[in-house]
């Protein structure tokens, strides 16, 4: 479903247009004893510091591989018409975000390879890139690391078994990390209106108290907006649709005597409701996400992280048959438990040395069921999986260079009771991995340097193409491969970074993504309809990004960035998608953008997004193309009024400012033109 902008008035400020590390000379953080870090430490000096390669800050000229920052305030900037994480980084380089709509997932890419070989964490721990991203509250996110390049060593695959099952850090992975740390009491209320009576309103509080921070917000949206759909289709709306969300969220983070000794707790409830556009095609969704964590700095040298969180999705739609009728046929009722855990330990062997080990694990609880229309209910699937992994890295500094390399053993068990609302012949499965992660860089002189990356990754296997969903040998369905292999990918990256002025920095990265034994879904029998999964395939992809910022003084910045990729299949049991292209990676994609501070204390910023070419299947013979078209947003804001009690501030947003109405896969396609527009009170 895709409805107008919704976007809750939060704080615009003048931070730099994406944030990416830049080169640094000041040294890694091995070179300051861990204990009394971040005491010894502001915020400031925090936000420069990157966590997502070691679990532990580090300076930005010691981490070998690329990571963007975008920091608050950029978050609070960029355009997110459908109120999706995903979307704050669709002006990122390598990334192609393809939100379908407000209530659907992002269908998109990372470095040419599709939406399940990156990895999405809250924290440190691994969340559904399809399914939370709709559901999190960008006001609870300090900043985002947008980690480029395999990085299956220091985080697992997220064992979802909804929507595309397991997401594996292949291509990369983008940590959202929680605001845990309050030094500035603040009070916010915004409320907004929209196009197709979109309206919003948010309550938003921080403060600390001795030694606990503590954050507390509410949010409320809704909208009736515009129909949609191809005439004829599954998606095709009778009527306006209708959407409302409701979050809340808090965090409470307590320091143990001392500020590098800490517990946290994260927990947001979200309920997502509404119609899509048909009598009987409601839904009704709730997600509860929690996290906590414990941080010691034991001493000088070793530093402990335990993290654990729980992950309840529970979601219900209604299905008609259109178009051949609009009468209610069922509703599906679908629950997942993912309970994340992960204990690192962090040890400084020696002055320019830093070993990272630990082991984490998942356990997951899934079932799904189908109730009709006079209330009767049967069962559709029940399965459960669990996960088990041990992880060692070593990063040393040595003069100029910075070396890294690191190991993971990883074991994932299925369980399968019930799969297409039968009990499947193959009851589990298990498979054990060995993954591996080197790195390198070279610092040049302060201002440049150059890096390279390689690592593995492997995706198991979906339970209906382990198990099956064919009850007897005569019925439809997929038949069961109980010997099927996990996909196995290795990625590759060069680059350099360089500050080539102290207001421009540009960045040049090539990757190369190989995937061996790619699972493909081949056609055993047309009468009955029966397919079977096979280890038949491979695919490739391989490109370049380039970046660059540059600060033009006084808070006016812009950047630009532009990302070429080349993508291939290979199948040699069906010559259809032999030779084609990945699925949902386009061939180019551009962004630029520009934030102009102007007098009066109004700020504009404005973002350009161009997507290139591509298909929505590998089968040459049907597949659609799309894209070739390019997005403009723009966003304003102007301070009311500033007393030394209070600041008002007036946001308004355009986004497709051209109303570029383009289409989207599986009937999707982007209503055009949007606007909102609200206030926002701060004490």
């Known amino acids: 479903m895709k409805p107008q902008h919704l976007t809750p008035v939060i704080a615009l400020s003048c931070a730099l247009a994406h944030a990416d590390a830049p080169p640094s000379a000041s040294g890694d953080i091995t070179n300051l004893p861990l204990s009394g870090f971040v005491e010894a430490t502001s915020l400031e000096q925090l936000a420069d510091l990157v966590v997502t390669d070691t679990k532990l800050g580090q300076t930005p000229d010691s981490v070998t591989q690329r990571i963007v920052v975008l920091k608050s305030d950029e978050i609070a900037r960029l355009p997110t018409p459908n109120g999706n994480l995903a979307e704050l980084m669709r002006h990122t380089s390598g990334q192609f975000v393809n939100v379908l709509s407000r209530n659907d997932s992002n269908w998109g890419s990372y470095a040419g390879l599709g939406p399940k070989y990156n990895s999405y964490l809250l924290d440190g721990l691994p969340i559904d890139a399809f399914a939370d991203a709709m559901s999190l509250d960008s006001s609870a996110i300090e900043r985002i690391e947008i980690h480029k390049g395999p990085a299956s060593v220091l985080y697992s695959n997220y064992l979802t078994m909804d929507f595309v099952g397991n997401e594996a850090p292949l291509a990369g992975t983008t940590n959202f990390v929680l605001k845990n740390r309050v030094d500035t009491p603040l009070t916010r209320f915004a ?28 949010s409320h949206e809704l909208a009736d907006y515009r129909q949609y759909g191809n005439p004829g289709s599954w998606l095709q709306t009778t009527s306006r649709p209708h959407y409302e969300k409701d979050r809340v969220f808090t965090n409470l983070s307590y320091a143990l005597g001392r500020p590098d000794h800490t517990i946290s707790l994260y927990y947001q409830y979200t309920a997502h409701q509404g119609t899509m556009g048909r009598p009987n095609r409601d839904f009704d969704h709730t997600h509860n996400t929690f996290n906590f964590a414990y941080n010691n700095a034991i001493n000088d040298d070793w530093h402990l992280q335990f993290k654990y969180g729980e992950r309840h999705y529970d979601r219900r739609f209604s299905h008609d048959d259109y178009p051949s009728s609009l009468a209610l046929v069922n509703r599906d009722l679908n629950r997942q438990t993912i309970r994340p855990a992960d204990l690192t330990a962090s040890y400084r062997l020696a002055r320019d040395s830093l070993l990272t080990l630990g082991v984490d694990g998942q356990w997951v609880d899934y079932a799904t069921e189908t109730r009709s229309p006079a209330g009767a209910t049967t069962p559709a699937n029940r399965a459960e999986a669990r996960s088990t992994g041990y992880f060692i890295q070593e990063k040393l500094r040595w003069n100029d260079w910075v070396l890294r390399a690191g190991l993971r053993r990883n074991t994932i068990h299925h369980d399968y009771a019930l799969l297409g609302g039968n009990a499947p012949t193959t009851t589990s499965a298990a498979w054990s991995k060995n993954l591996w992660s080197v790195g390198a860089r070279y610092n040049l002189s302060p201002g440049l340097a150059f890096y390279g990356n390689a690592g593995s990754s492997f995706m198991v296997p ?203 896969p599986f009937d999707f396609r982007d209503p055009g033109i949007s606007g909102f527009a609200g206030v926002e009170v701060r004490y």
């Open 191 to 218: 409320a907004g209106f929209g196009s197709w009576g979109t309206r919003a309103a948010r309550a938003y509080t921080q403060g600390a108290s001795g030694q606990l921070s503590y954050i507390v917000s509410a």
């Open 462 to 664: 979906t339970a209906k193409q382990i198990g099956g969903t064919v009850p007897t040998p005569g019925a439809s369905g997929e038949l069961p491969n109980p010997a099927l292999r996990p996909e196995s990918g290795i990625g590759r990256d060069l680059g350099v970074d360089w500050q080539a002025t102290s207001a421009l920095h540009l960045n040049l990265r090539g990757f190369v993504n190989t995937i061996s034994d790619a699972i493909v879904t081949n056609i055993v029998s047309a009468v009955p309809s029966q397919v079977r999964s096979e280890n038949a395939g491979g695919a490739r992809s391989a490109g370049f990004e380039l970046d660059s910022r540059y600060a033009l003084g006084a808070g006016l910045t812009a950047f630009a960035n532009l990302t070429h990729t080349r993508t291939r299949i290979s199948d040699n049991l069906n010559p259809g998608n032999d030779g084609s292209q990945i699925p949902f990676a386009p061939d180019r994609l551009a962004n630029a953008g520009l934030v102009v501070p102007l007098p009066g204390e109004l700020v504009v910023a404005a973002y350009y997004h161009w997507v290139g070419r591509y298909y929505d299947s590998t089968d040459r013979a049907s597949r659609q193309s799309f894209g070739n078209y390019g997005v403009i947003n723009l966003r304003a804001q102007k301070v009311l009024s500033r007393t030394a009690g209070y600041t008002a501030l007036a946001t308004a947003d355009l986004n497709n400012l051209t109303d570029r109405q383009y289409r989207m």
